[in-house]
């Protein structure tokens, strides 16, 4: 049975229902086409925040600006400036970070406890960038050409990146994104997932108290097909880093054509449990019932199917079916919130889609007398695969 703990959690004055503007070239500004969209709580559907919706005049105004900030002044920035922002900017990060993981709950509806769990490594990350800007280097190379050449290489900037993440863990996400760009010495146009963009714009705003330049960092909140295609295609923007789908990152290594655009790609996958004869069941029951979960299943490396050694089936099946009804407790984030295993979806339509699959489970389950020779009734592969099959 799990343990659960009374944490009291202080609503960020970002979760006050207001309007966030998107920042570009150092300033808090409305959408060129004005509009603005919503961001709500997926635990309670309660409004967090109305926020500015970019789209591609947005994306145009924030790569100028990138364009600036690079042949401008920040190409002047040494390697040594450029640690002592990102460490001012890890210090910043710790004083508020309490603030921060409450916002990333609030927005996308991960337990409270994965958020705080994630200072160290996000303020780990922070001050490693923090150690690249001064280690990065080329070499010497001998030449075995006729004469006195020497041969050397030299790294450099590769200029404006686009960034794109998605909703599961935006503090972190924001960081692996920024943190590169600015060690290295490029800059960089943030687009958060339009289901979770709090917390990234939070991280502008303490980018600019550490002292960062305008331009260095920009942050435009909008939707995939608008702000994020335009981002993914601008002809100004030098590299494009996504984490996402796998289906958008085809579509972004298709736009990033028309400039040759370098592209970095973080891909979802659909990971699975491998459990032999001879595992350790009392181990491994526990951690593959609750691989699923892990900040709401929402993460790429999320245990969502089980391979297990026939030998072993019927008793590894039902130890994973005891341990998911005597673990898992949901919360709903709000002050006195609770210590929880498995917190909320990000997003409605998200919830609904899991909810239709446990009722086509279920319906399934209702047909076990088909399957007397397993255990509590449990699934063969295909059943549920062919259920839901009929329902496309």
């Not at 001064?134 to 010497?140: D, R, V």
């Not at 001998?142 to 004469?147: I, Y």
């Not at 655009?261 to 979802?268: D, Q, T």
């Not at 004869?277 to 490396?301: E, H, K, R, T």
Request: charged share 25%.
């Amino acid at each position: 049975m799990a343990v659960t703990q009374a944490i009291p959690i202080t609503r960020h004055p970002y979760a006050d229902g207001s309007y966030k503007k998107m920042l570009i070239d150092g300033k808090w500004i409305d959408a060129a086409s004005g509009k603005r969209f919503e961001t709500h709580n997926p635990a309670t559907g309660e409004l967090l925040a109305t926020v500015a919706e970019g789209d591609a005049e947005d994306i145009n105004r924030a790569v100028a600006a990138a364009h600036r900030a690079f042949e401008g002044p920040w190409s002047k920035v040494k390697p040594y400036e450029r640690q002592a922002l990102l460490l001012k900017l890890a210090d910043l990060v710790e004083k508020n970070f309490e603030e921060l993981s409450q916002l990333d709950t609030l927005d996308m509806g991960a337990p409270i406890s994965r958020t705080r769990g994630n200072k160290l490594r996000v303020l780990g990350m922070l001050r490693y960038y923090a150690g690249q800007a001064t280690a990065l280097h080329g070499e010497t190379i001998e030449n075995s050409l006729p004469g006195d050449i020497f041969s050397y290489t030299l790294k450099e900037p590769v200029g404006v990146v686009g960034a794109i993440i998605p909703w599961n863990g935006p503090l972190g996400a924001s960081v692996w994104k920024i943190g590169p760009a600015i060690a290295t010495g490029c800059t960089v146009i943030l687009k958060p997932a339009e289901e979770a963009p709090l917390t990234s714009l939070r991280l502008g705003e303490l980018a600019m108290e550490a002292g960062i330049p305008p331009g260095v960092v920009n942050v435009v909140p909008g939707y995939g097909e608008t702000a994020g295609a335009a981002l993914a295609s601008h002809p100004g923007v030098d590299k494009v880093a996504f984490t996402g789908s796998h289906v958008t990152g085809q579509s972004i290594v298709k736009a990033s054509a028309g400039n040759l655009k370098r592209v970095s790609l973080e891909l979802g996958g659909k990971s699975p449990d491998i459990v032999f004869a001879d595992a350790d069941l009392d181990a491994a029951v526990p951690g593959a019932a609750m691989a699923v979960f892990a900040n709401s299943g929402q993460i790429c490396s999320a245990g969502t199917r089980l391979f297990v050694e026939h030998q072993v089936y019927d008793e590894f099946a039902a130890g994973v079916g005891a341990a998911d009804g005597a673990r898992l407790r949901l919360s709903r984030h709000r002050p006195q919130g609770r210590r929880q295993g498995a917190g909320w979806r990000s997003e409605a339509d998200r919830r609904r889609a899991v909810e239709g699959l446990l009722r086509a489970a279920d319906r399934v389950r209702q047909r076990r007398g088909q399957y007397a020779d397993r255990a509590g009734g449990n699934l063969r592969a295909g059943d549920l695969g062919d259920l839901l099959q009929g329902r496309r």
